[in-house]
């Protein structure tokens, strides 16, 4: 499309404005070739018929106001100078931004105000961003200069250049201060604090203010940073150019001198500056000049201060510093010094003038050489040396001259030291240069100094136009589009001119040479050789003037001081005294130099071939040395990657934020950028990538075409369909070229898609909204019509007669219908009635029904509930039965294995007996030869045999009867004792039902009052409403409470009755008691009968056993066995006498078996007596046989013993059981009474509130309310004789406690000596168990079986046990060599420390403190070096960070203080630790925790960050809501390794990648068993990291600041608090840090206009700062033109209310903020003694302990 087709009504163009210098206008009529007006409408309204040279020149066609104020001037579709103007207007007056990218030039404008954007948070934002990535500023100019250093490992060059004033000083340091954040050198030497330390000193001695700047630099500056092979600050060096030494003799009006002379004057009263002599500056001639001496805002003294402490940081000394100091006092002191002229050819000095000797002094010259130089001059003539005078003017020049030249020397000192104290040792591996220099300068007087400065600006203007070419080429290259030779401006003829052979330089060289030499004679020489040069001109009004065609402009240099200037001469006996000077600074200034002939091999090449030259050794001049040092500046920049920033000074008043439109447009034409420009627009300017063309036009793009999933291909179709001319494009590999003017044309047809879309909806609402409003009038038409036809209609028909018919129907229908509606109203009346009569009797019947359920329900839970705890006691009972049969089987068990044991030694006792055998065989031998004596005595034993067997026979007899009387007694004792036990079971049962019955009673009781009261309540509510009816309703409920009381009553008296039962059925306890007395007294005689039979058979037994056995200790144990126990008679009441009962029948029991064992053993004795006698050969057979008998006996004996025992267990059980069911007697009863109590109080209540409500509702019926009352009186009365009841029902049980008491102490004593009859028991049952062994012990045959007794379970402590020389090989074991999904190890969280922890507690139990010392540094040395090894691995951090969370709570957990102690268990208080004291170690622990938690957060961080800006802000969640805009130049550091990028990396970031990351670290964490707190201060710290660098990034990035990105961001926001609710992180705050992002995000979506708009902004922005605020307002870009921009006014409304706000002032969050962590205590349930160490662990070094 051609360019004049754009000139249609509507758009807009620029026209030339003196004032302004371009102004805006709108085109009313479409441009037809050939026109010779144009019709426009400026922004005020007027009209303009603007004429068209020759109708070709059309005026530059103004940009879409979207494009308006981009970030790179290079995305502008028109590429003219009012584009480039306007944009950087809106950029830096509306906007606040100051600096703006014009393809690879950064422009920067100053703002004259300290603004917000250079902390150390935006150096970290900017750092390892792409330039273009975020808003144009300095660093991202350094970090690109790094960047590109790094990768390509070239040296790098950043030329910063600018009008004085324009802010180039503070842009170089600016970018040093970057380089130096950026790249902090490894070692102590800080080199970078150097680099930057040297600014304030060379910023002292080299800057001075001018009218244009108050801190301008008066010499040019290249620093070169060098960098090692880790890319770290090593040294610096720096190169200056053209010191204006004649600032220190001469400055213009309302300027200074150099800032160090001000500040050495306002230090003169300071003590070591007393020698030097100062004045004050305003005493100075070279210091009062200009008349200015100070500068607002700037203290000297402080200042000074400064200057001496970075002085010292550069490890200058003090000497030097003073030498230095010294020199400078001396130079003021000359300027002081007067010259006197005593003739029109000759000048004095005083000797005695006190300055000149004070500078004598100071320099240590001889004064009288100096009082005779300054005003004499040596001539050396060929046969002789003449001195001459020279007259005041030339002696005040060599005045000046000495002063400069010293200055001179001086700079150039400081400087070397200053490049010696940055040189550091070590190898440069690469360095970026920062050229700080001079830009471009036209004053109204142009001189010397100028034209130097001119000359090197055309230098760099050539190299940056070069390099722009070579730039503009590669980037063609690479996309493969066809290269075009392209037209730029060339500036070697403007060089050629000024440095060629017998160009101005070489004139200007050669006329120095000769001694009368004068500037007149050079002009000349110029106008002679130069005038035909089209660069050069002479200027018609002067003839002490040249002009020069610069590429900026035309320059007029004056020729007036060239010549002195060039020369720069000084006296030879000037520089004589100097070298003679006793101060060593001094002499060594003005040493004799080497010949330096580093410009020997310096050649020029000019652009046309020059003649050649002479071989004339020429003296090096001012312009020679300035020449040579230019070359080697030019070949350095050549030789690395430069990077531009153009400094713009933006008004001569230096207001903040103030925009002169002529000085701009005139530093712009002068500093390259309108070059830049027509360089881009005379090919294709506008470039986009296809990704950006399709997002944004695909509302161009048809259905077919979207259809096609290539979107590149797409691209292609719609551009060959809307621009039909290929030429005005070209498709490259990842970018689309368009010429100028082509992007305005498709956003004017994307505008005017939107407005016919606009248009089209306009016009459906519009006719929707008019069809709607038709059909609402007409149908109110058709309404009135209606009313009006009516009208009409009956004003036609109805007359006087039918108006009194009517009257009179009315009349009729009226009475009719009260009639009707009467009866009517009665019938209901009735009918209503009728029903409430019944719906009440339905209700009472109901709620009756209700209450029948209810008891009968109560009374089948009280059954089922007693067959369950029946049934549940039946069931302990069979348990408690069990363990009792199993614990005496292991009492037997133990019991058998100690007979086994006394077998062992009856063995003994049978090798005994056998030789007892022998004896007695000897004896039966010795028998045998007195068997004779025998027989003879035969008759007589047989005699006393028949005596004896008839005792025996009548004793057995007799025995035999006291058995039988015994048993009998015993039967009968049983009998009674049963009958006796079931009786008081029945007494109790009798009272418990009545207990039960009364209490049942009382619960109809009170519900019958409840019922009562809840109808009183009904009946009150209803005499309220209906007060007719009131005196009948009361007087029937007066006679319903008086039936109610009267029944109360009868329940009262009902319940006194069974009260009565109750205290008639205390009463027959007594007579039990007596019962039980004398039944006490009956069993206290059948003891005693018992004793003394007892007593007889004992004496029996005692007889007989002494004949059988020989032994006292037999006797001693027969006697154990028949042993009473004596009952103590206890106090007699119910169940006491049960259970003495029970113990005189077990008594009984005992004593009748033991006289049955006696009466037998009588027996036997007697029979084996009978049989010794009848045999006396078979004496010993007889008694073996006898005691085989007496063995079976026993055995039998024991056996039944064994089955009586098993009945005591029984008996006990009986007991208990009573006592339980006693104890939930009483507990029932209390319950019950506790109710009852609990009942009357609440019905006394609700009775009290029943009669408040009555008073307060009945307050104008007197006697009604006395009844009330009385009814009240009644009631209380009643509740009064409940309460006392209850206090008797109370006093019961208290006389009940005091029994169950008095029954618990008897229960006690039972028990007591229910044991003590055990341990009867048991002695009786190991004298049997003796007594059988001693039996078996004469079987020879029978052998003892043993058995193993079960093994007991091992107890473990908790502990593990290892040597000391495994303690190396426990910590790599569990620390080192472990990794955390290595082995199962993960399943238990903490095992490792658990582990660990056991081996302490090892230690502290042994109380070995050496070794515990020697573990715990072991655990934590290894802890650090396993951190440290693998401080980049997340997993292995959490693991260790989880662990030692665990250690440190074992610490605390087991540490003995109470506070740690709460929630332990028995056993785990029983593992603390008992020796030691380990707080120590605890703060050690915690500390580690703490730096591992740090790198634990860095890791995530590290993982997290790059994902957080493509996430958060340029993944687009919602498809379809952001367009995106062409973007310039951007992203170019990697231009050339996208395409590689794009083949490795896939798929972008996005929110989806951000939350899975997050889960994964969650995840984790969990798995390692991290306490959930702490994982929520995880969360929160990321959470932070993510919002802070997501604010960050969009205050540096005004592509984000825009209505359809803060919908993105939000639900973006949604998502992460989704994921947070998801994994129950709530409670961690870590929402709470994304507060800021999320008023960001509204702050982009909400309304920008009026007041209440920026009251919201105030309010909803609470902790955004008003600097950020502004911000944002002021980066607010529209992404269409439906949406406004926000207007300076309101943003100063918003600043307005902001500013009492208080808080930072900083612009950037603080991304690097870390929250303080703790560590929760959180007692672990974990057992140590139940702890098992995995076999996968290999520790089978330690031991379990």
Request: with cysteine; aromatic share 8%.
């Amino acid at each position: 499309m051609a360019l004049s087709e754009l000139y249609t009504k509507y758009n807009r163009v620029w026209i030339p404005d003196t004032e302004h210098v371009w102004k805006s206008a709108e085109i009313l009529k479409d441009f037809q070739p050939g026109d010779r007006e144009l019709e426009l409408q400026l922004e005020d309204g007027t009209e303009l018929q603007y004429p068209l040279e020759g109708g070709e020149k059309l005026p530059p066609l103004r940009n879409p106001d979207i494009l308006v104020g981009e970030n790179d001037l290079t995305a502008l579709s028109y590429l003219h100078e009012p584009a480039v103007l306007h944009n950087l207007k809106i950029r830096f007056v509306e906007s606040k931004i100051i600096y703006t990218y014009c393809g690879i030039i950064l422009v920067g404008i100053n703002p004259y105000k300290q603004l917000p954007i250079y902390g150390d948070a935006v150096i970290h934002a900017y750092s390892g961003q792409n330039m273009g990535d975020l808003d144009p500023h300095i660093f991202a100019v350094a970090e690109e200069a790094y960047k590109q250093m790094a990768r390509n490992n070239k040296n790098q060059s950043i030329i910063v250049s600018g009008e004085s004033g324009a802010g180039k000083t503070v842009s170089a340091r600016y970018a040093m201060r970057y380089f130096a954040t950026v790249s902090k050198s490894s070692g102590n030497t800080r080199v970078e604090d150097k680099v930057l330390a040297s600014n304030p000193i060379t910023e002292a001695i080299g800057n001075a203010k001018t009218t244009r700047n108050d801190n301008s630099s008066r010499f040019g500056k290249y620093t070169e940073i060098s960098f090692d092979k880790r890319y770290q600050i090593i040294g610096a060096n720096m190169r200056t150019y053209l010191l204006e030494k004649s600032r220190v003799v001469f400055q213009s009006e309302n300027e200074r001198n150099y800032h160090i002379f001000y500040q050495i004057c306002a230090c003169a009263d300071q003590p070591e500056f007393k020698s030097l002599k100062l004045l004050s500056a305003e005493e100075f001639n070279y210091t009062c000049m200009g008349g200015e001496v100070e500068i607002e805002g700037v203290d000297d003294r402080a200042d000074m201060t400064e200057t001496r402490r970075t002085f010292n940081l550069l490890g200058l000394k003090e000497s030097f510093q003073m030498d230095v100091f010294n020199v400078l006092a001396g130079i003021l002191h000359l300027g002081n010094t007067v010259i006197k002229a005593q003739n029109s050819e000759k000048s004095s000095v005083n000797s005695s003038d006190p300055h000149l000797s004070v500078f004598c002094d100071l320099m240590g010259v001889n004064l009288e050489n100096m009082c005779r130089w300054l005003c004499n001059r040596r001539l050396v003539l060929s046969a002789e040396t003449v001195v001459k005078p020279q007259p005041r003017e030339r002696a005040i020049n060599a005045r000046d001259a000495l002063a400069k030249h010293i200055y001179a020397h001086l700079f150039d000192c400081v400087i070397h030291k200053i490049n010696k104290a940055l040189k550091v040792p070590g190898k440069q591996h690469s360095f970026i240069g920062v050229l700080d220099i001079y830009g471009f300068e036209t004053f109204d007087v142009n001189s010397f100094e100028q034209f130097c400065i001119n000359y090197a600006n055309e230098k760099l203007q050539q190299q940056f136009n070069l390099h722009v070419f070579k730039l503009e080429q590669e980037e063609y290259m690479k996309e493969d589009i066809p290269w075009t030779l392209i037209d730029f401006y060339d500036n070697q003829p403007v060089i050629d001119l000024i440095e060629a052979k017998m160009g101005i330089l070489d004139l200007l060289d050669e006329e120095c040479l000769f001694p009368q030499g004068t500037d007149k004679n050079w002009l000349q020489k110029l106008y002679n050789f130069l005038s035909s040069k089209a660069m050069f001109e002479k200027p018609r009004l002067s003839n002490d003037s040249f002009v020069i065609q610069h590429f900026a402009d035309k320059v007029e240099y004056r020729c007036k001081g060239f010549l002195e200037k060039n020369r720069d001469t000084l006296y030879e006996e000037l520089v004589n005294i100097m070298r003679n000077s006793q101060f060593a600074l001094l002499a060594e200034f003005f040493q004799e130099e080497q010949p330096n002939s580093f410009h020997k091999n310096i050649k020029v090449t000019p652009a046309q071939p020059r003649t050649k030259g002479s071989n004339k050794q020429l003296k090096s001049t001012v312009g020679d040395k300035f020449r040579c040092s230019l070359y080697l500046l030019m070949e350095t920049l050549n030789a690395t990657t430069p990077h531009y920033v153009r400094c713009i000074k933006p008004n001569e008043e230096k207001l903040p934020f103030e925009y002169d439109s002529k000085r701009v447009v005139q530093q712009l034409r002068a500093c390259g950028v309108l070059e830049t420009i027509r360089i881009s627009a005379q090919s294709y300017p506008s470039r986009w990538t296809y990704i950006e063309f399709y997002s944004r036009y695909s509302i161009l793009m048809s259905q077919s075409e979207l259809k096609s999933g290539e979107k590149r291909q797409t691209c292609r179709m719609v551009l060959q369909r809307l621009i039909t001319d290929s030429n005005q494009y070209k498709f490259g590999r990842t970018k689309i070229f368009f010429r100028a003017g082509q992007v305005a044309y498709l956003e004017k047809l994307r505008l005017d898609h939107l407005r016919a879309a606009c248009v089209t909806i306009q016009k459906h609402v519009r006719g929707w909204r008019q069809r709607r409003r038709f059909l609402h009038m007409r149908e109110a038409a058709v309404t009135i019509q209606q009313y009006i036809r009516g009208k009409r209609k009956i004003r036609y028909t109805v007359t006087a007669l039918a108006l009194k018919q009517g009257w009179a129907a009315m009349v009729i229908q009226r009475h009719c219908r009260g009639y009707l509606v009467r009866k009517v109203y009665q019938l209901v009346r009735i009918a209503t009635i009728t029903i409430q009569a019944f719906t009440r009797g339905w209700k009472a019947r109901k709620c009756y029904k209700k209450m029948v359920e209810e008891h009968k329900a109560l009374v089948l839970q009280k059954y089922a509930r007693a067959w369950l705890v029946r049934r549940r006691f039946q069931t302990m009972r069979r348990l408690v039965l069990n363990v009792q049969l199993s614990y005496r089987v292991q009492q037997l068990r133990k019991k058998v294995e100690e007979q086994n044991k006394e077998n062992r030694s009856l063995m003994e006792k049978v090798t005994s007996l056998s030789n007892a055998r022998a004896q007695g065989m000897e004896k039966i031998q010795a028998l045998e030869a007195e068997r004779s004596k025998v027989t003879k005595e035969r008759a007589a034993l047989e005699e006393n045999k028949r005596k004896t067997t008839e005792k025996a026979n009548q004793a057995i007899a007799v025995l035999q009867n006291e058995k039988e009387k015994l048993t009998q007694v015993n039967k009968s004792l049983e009998q009674r004792l049963k009958d006796t036990t079931q009786q008081m079971r029945d007494n109790f049962e009798v009272m418990k039902t009545k207990l039960i019955e009364n209490f049942e009673r009382e619960e109809r009781l009170r519900k019958v009052a409840e019922h009562s009261s809840e109808l009183q309540k009904e009946d009150t509510e209803k005499e309220i409403e209906t007060l007719k009816e009131e005196n009948c309703r009361l007087r029937e409920e007066r006679v319903r409470l008086q039936a109610q009381l009267q029944e109360d009553q009868h329940v009262n008296a009902e319940m006194q009755e069974q009260l009565q039962q109750l205290t008639k059925h205390v009463k027959v306890i007594p007579d039990l008691r007596k019962e039980i007395n004398s039944l006490q007294m009956q069993k206290d005689v059948v003891d005693k009968t018992i004793k003394a039979q007892s007593q007889q058979a004992r004496a029996k037994i005692s007889v007989i056993t002494r004949q059988l056995l020989g032994e006292a200790t037999e006797e001693e144990l027969i006697r154990r066995l028949h042993e009473e126990v004596v009952d103590d008679n206890g106090e007699v009441d119910l169940l006491a006498a049960f259970d003495g009962m029970e113990k005189a029948a077990k008594v009984m029991e005992n004593q009748f078996r033991e006289q049955k064992e006696v009466y037998e053993s009588r027996v036997e004795t007697l029979e084996f007596k009978n049989e010794h006698l009848n045999k006396e050969n078979g004496q010993l057979q007889a008694l073996f046989q006898e005691k085989s008998d007496v063995n079976h006996s026993i055995a039998h004996e024991v056996a039944r013993l064994t089955a009586e025992n098993m009945m005591i267990p029984e008996l006990k059980q009986q007991v208990s059981e009573l006592t339980r069911n006693k104890h939930e007697l009483e507990t029932q009863l209390q319950d019950q009474s506790t109710e009852m109590t609990n009942k009357i109080k609440e019905l006394s209540k609700d009775l009290q509130l029943a009669v408040e409500e009555e008073r307060s509702q009945r307050r104008h019926l007197e006697e009604r309310i006395l009844e009330m009352e009385r009814g009240k009186d009644e009631m209380e009365r009643q509740i009064v004789d409940l309460q006392e009841e209850n206090q008797q029902l109370e006093k019961s049980h208290q006389s009940e406690s005091e029994a169950k008491s008095k029954l618990r102490e008897e229960t006690s004593h039972l028990t007591a000596e229910n044991m003590d009859f055990e341990e009867q028991l048991d002695m009786k049952d190991r004298l049997i168990k003796r007594l059988q062994d001693q039996i078996k012990a004469l079987h020879t045959t029978q052998t003892a079986n043993h058995k193993e007794a079960p093994t007991v379970p091992k107890d473990y402590l908790g502990m593990l046990e290892y040597k000391k020389e495994d303690e190396g090989r426990l910590v790599r074991t569990l620390i080192l060599d472990l990794r955390p999904r290595g082995v199962g190890v993960h399943i238990i969280p903490g095992l490792a420390a658990h582990l660990l922890f056991m081996c302490v507690r090892h230690a502290d139990y042994l109380n070995d403190g050496n070794k515990l010392k020697s573990l715990m540094h072991a655990i934590i040395t290894a802890v650090k070096e396993t951190v440290s090894k693998h401080q980049e691995n997340f997993q292995i951090l959490s693991f260790w960070l989880s662990n030692t969370y665990h250690f440190l709570n074992c610490f605390k957990q087991y540490s003995g203080e109470e506070e740690f102690m709460k929630h332990n268990t028995p056993r785990q208080n029983k593992n603390c630790l008992k020796n030691f004291d380990l707080s120590e170690h605890r703060q050690i622990l915690s500390d580690l925790a703490i730096n591992i938690y740090h790198q634990f957060i860095s890791v995530m961080e590290d993982a997290l960050y790059p994902m957080i800006i493509p996430g958060m802000l340029e993944h687009e969640s919602l498809q379809g809501i952001s367009s995106m805009k062409p973007t310039g130049f951007r992203k170019r550091s990697s231009s050339m390794f996208e395409d590689r990028e794009d083949h490795t990396h896939g798929q972008p970031f996005s929110v989806t990648s951000l939350l899975q990351q997050l889960s994964a670290f969650h995840t984790c964490m969990d798995q390692q068993g991290m306490e959930k707190q702490l994982q929520g201060q995880v969360i929160r710290q990321l959470i932070y990291l993510i919002g802070s660098t997501s604010v960050n990034s969009i205050l540096l990035r005004k592509d984000l600041c825009s209505c359809r990105k803060g919908m993105q961001i939000r639900c973006n926001i949604s998502y992460l608090e989704e994921w947070l609710r998801e994994k129950d992180l709530q409670g961690s705050n870590a929402m709470e840090t994304l507060g800021p992002l999320s008023q960001v995000a509204w702050l982009l979506q909400v309304n920008k206009t009026a007041d209440e708009d920026a009251a919201e902004i105030k309010q909803r922005c609470s902790e955004l700062s008003s600097v950020q605020i502004v911000k944002i307002l002021n980066s607010y870009t529209p992404i269409d033109d439906f949406e406004k921009r926000v207007t300076p006014s309101f943003v100063r409304k918003v600043q307005a209310l902001l500013q009492e706000r208080e808080g930072s002032s900083q612009l950037m969050m603080d991304a690097q903020y870390r929250f303080q962590v703790t560590f929760p205590f959180c007692s672990s349930p974990q057992a140590m003694e139940l702890l098992q160490v995995p076999t996968a662990l290999h520790l089978d070094f330690v031991t379990r302990i």
